[in-house]
């Protein structure tokens, strides 16, 4: 072994030492020993704060930022001599079997890791995290996705006819096809794989439709860019213990690791979610919740009630609702801090009815 990939794997040991992820580990571990059952995949998720691998060693800290394909291998192997060192999990037979899930917490705060899709090269060179942020419009319900697969030779002489030498699990981007199909070969004697479906493991996923915080401000109503712009949604994926954590109209902050997927002629950029962050909306008033609470039952009344009020010494009730709930959202969405909203786009009722005056 190189003395430099060594000395990142004690670094990685350390670190998961002192972040008290080793006891986590460990832990895991003993509930794949307990249930006596043979696995063709175990996985493991791994909390990661960048900043501190980082202080320990740079060269594993940059690999985690900005190649974490590979970071995970490095944890894979060292999570499988601690397995094999300290009798883990007996069932355990080859490195392959360990699926290595990293989850950082936060990333640097600096423009090159914010996410933006104008940017975002189509090819797979940029498949490292990011974060970026965004409001739910739709969501998928919860489906099955194959997390690892175990495939054996057909050929009955091979040597690997047998055991756990090919293990395919899911990485971020990967389509089902490309960890389950029947077209494998044997790299030692060119044979057929066949898949052992017994070993299949399988796992929840969900796809969460967003669109970017900043489209916010074509509801505001200013107009600073003369250029015309487009609003187009995203797709987001939420795997296993992600699966249900957003809800539909909430704004959240999320690290992903974002791909493209080839379907047809189309070309779909996607974003596996590794971590989400609800963000604040302490900012809404107790009496404004209040309001929400009774009309719960009712899918239009407290919107109704809302546009009914507002305005009301102005406009008189009933009348005009459609657009005083568009300048009810442009003044809810406006920030203080963002110095873009500073210029508004001013309306123009007309109307036949001389006690309306709107502007």
């Known amino acids: 072994m190189r003395p430099d990939l060594l000395k990142i794997k004690e670094v990685a040991l350390i670190y998961l030492d002192r972040s008290g992820g ?4 460990v832990d895991d571990c003993k509930q794949y020993n307990d249930s006596k059952q043979s696995y063709a995949v175990y996985r493991f998720v791994i909390s990661i704060n960048p900043s501190d691998i980082a202080e320990l060693d740079a060269a594993l800290g940059n690999q985690i930022l900005h190649k974490p394909m590979k970071a995970a291998q490095i944890f894979q192997s060292v999570c499988f001599i601690a397995i094999k060192t300290l009798s883990l999990i007996e069932q355990l037979q ?5 699926n290595i899930v990293l989850k950082p917490t936060h990333l640097p705060p600096l423009p090159s890791y914010v996410l933006s899709l104008c940017e975002f090269p189509l090819d797979y060179i940029s498949q490292r995290f990011y974060m970026s942020e965004g409001i ?4 998928g319900t919860v489906m099955k996705y194959t997390q690892g697969a175990r495939f054996l030779c057909s050929e009955e002489t091979c040597p690997f006819s047998e055991g756990f030498n090919y293990i395919r699990v899911h990485i971020p981007g990967a389509t089902e096809s490309a960890t389950v199909r029947n077209d494998f070969v044997c790299n030692l004697c060119a044979s057929p794989l066949r898949e052992d479906m017994k070993f299949r493991v399988l796992g929840d996923k969900q796809l969460v439709e967003m669109i970017d915080a900043k489209s916010l401000s074509a509801f505001q109503g200013y107009s600073n860019n003369k250029q015309h712009f487009r609003i187009q949604s995203f797709t987001v994926f939420l795997r ?37 962050q609800l963000c604040s909306t302490s900012c809404i008033r107790e009496n404004f919740k209040y309001l929400l609470s009774l009309t719960s039952s009712s899918c239009w009344r407290f919107t109704a009630i809302l546009a009914n009020i507002f305005a009301s010494q102005v406009v008189p009730p009933g009348t005009y609702s459609t657009l005083k709930l568009s300048i009810l959202l442009s003044l809810v969405q406006t920030c ?24």
């Open 22 to 25: 080793l006891q986590k580990f």
């Open 94 to 98: 080859t490195e392959a079997q360990i």
């Open 240 to 276: 296993d213990e992600l699966s249900n954590k957003m809800k539909i109209g909430n704004r959240y902050r999320f690290i992903g690791i974002p791909a493209c997927i080839q379907n047809c002629s189309q070309v779909t950029v996607c974003i596996e979610v590794s971590s989400i």
């Open 336 to 359: 203080d801090r963002d110095k873009e909203t500073s210029d508004y786009l001013d309306l123009l009722i007309v109307s036949s009815d001389t006690l309306i005056a709107d502007r």
């Open 136 to 139: 739910v419009i739709a969501m």
